[in-house]
């Protein structure tokens, strides 16, 4: 039988207890933030995947390599459609975005 270890909580319940529960200010900033980052880790992954440059990747998508270096690194917000030229041009794929109620 496991035993549970009274002195670890779960990623969720750190979160609660540091920045309030889903619909708080401090949570929904936190949340957004963290989607943001996502979007760059993803763009790095597909281009790494790719065996591309960053400057590879700029040139095809028509950008700089420094603004492909700024969304993977979470300094620069990324427009939807400059997001969508990024993917289907530079990397050949597809864009799919969902909303979750």
Do not use: C, W
């Amino acid at each position: 039988m496991k035993m549970k270890n009274k002195n670890l909580t779960t990623l969720e319940e750190f979160k609660e207890q540091h920045y309030g529960k889903i619909g708080t200010p401090k949570r929904d900033e936190l949340e957004a933030g963290y989607e943001i980052f996502k979007i760059g880790v993803l763009l790095q992954e597909a281009r790494l995947q790719k065996g591309m440059t960053q400057e590879e990747l700029a040139v095809k998508a028509g950008t700089t390599k420094s603004y492909i270096s700024k969304i993977e690194n979470n300094v620069k917000e990324v427009k939807f459609s400059t997001l969508q030229k990024i993917v289907e041009l530079g990397l050949g794929g597809h864009l799919e975005l969902s909303i979750k109620l």
